[in-house]
């Protein structure tokens, strides 16, 4: 259960089939109890998700960010730049619409849509269902590009590898701190839209400084999806970790 946001269950179409998430009509009295049931079966199916990765060499790596951060620019760009190189797909979370994912696939990605509804954020189990819907290759990359929201995605586990945050130089350098279990949970914060810091007023040091301050090991890379400015670096990040889980698939294999 989001505490922050009430969400609750609802209808969840992955691809034009219905799911049902969890329960939205909860008294305040069994708020903390169903909370922590909630977590500990989104947990359960989590490390189901994780192991289907390890078992077959996929890195997964849960892109979360507020709307506006140019979260789906970045990606589409990404998986462009990527799949002639390494097999890539994509889960796309949003409340409606597919459009996201039909941006995925006009690249030649395969993309799973996930729409939630009322639900502000992906669990574990909606990510298990996408999986069984079209499951990636062995030895490939599957980002899953959450809703919109700095708040819930925090909490919910979906058995991916790391979470990356992405933040746009538009929105403010005090994010990290006013939302910091997002980037506290997050492994790599992406700032986006540098291209466009000559005209704006947006203090870079004080925003590192910021993140540094709710996660010390956060590693940040500064990006443009537009000019392309830090991809480079971006995806060193993606295929060092790749060579992580490489590794650790030889070693248990």
């Known amino acids: 259960m989001c505490t ?67 979260k789906t620019s970045l990606l589409t760009r990404t998986v462009d730049d990527l799949k002639s190189t390494i097999s890539v797909a994509v889960i796309e979370g949003d409340q409606q619409t597919a459009n996201d994912a039909e941006r995925i696939r006009a690249t030649g990605v395969s993309a799973v849509q996930i729409n939630t509804g009322k639900g502000c954020h992906l669990d574990a189990h909606m990510v298990g269902h996408a999986l069984e819907k079209r499951a990636p290759q062995t030895n490939s990359i599957l980002f899953i590009e959450n809703v919109g929201n700095l708040v819930c995605p925090a909490e919910f586990d979906l058995g991916e590898a790391h979470k990356v945050a992405i933040l746009s130089v538009t929105e403010g350098e005090d994010k990290p701190i006013k939302y910091p279990d997002m980037f506290h949970a997050a492994d790599v914060m992406l700032l986006n839209k540098i291209d466009l810091l000559p005209y704006l007023e947006f203090d870079v040091d004080q925003c590192i400084a910021y993140a540094k301050r709710v996660n010390p090991n956060i590693e940040i890379i500064q990006v443009s999806a537009a000019k392309g400015d830090g991809l480079k670096k971006w995806y060193a990040w993606i295929d060092a970790h790749r060579s992580i889980v490489a590794k650790r698939d030889k070693k248990e294999g």
């Not at 179409?13 to 799911?19: C, V």
């Not at 069994?30 to 390890?54: G, Q």
């Open 4 to 70: 922050d946001c009430g969400c609750g269950t609802n209808k969840v179409t992955i691809d034009g089939r219905h799911h049902h998430a969890h329960d939205p009509h909860i008294g305040d009295s069994r708020k903390v109890r169903i909370e922590i049931d909630i977590l500990a079966k989104n947990n359960e199916y989590a490390a189901s998700n994780r192991t289907f990765f390890a078992k077959r060499g996929i890195l997964a790596l849960n892109l979360v960010s507020s709307p506006g951060s140019g």
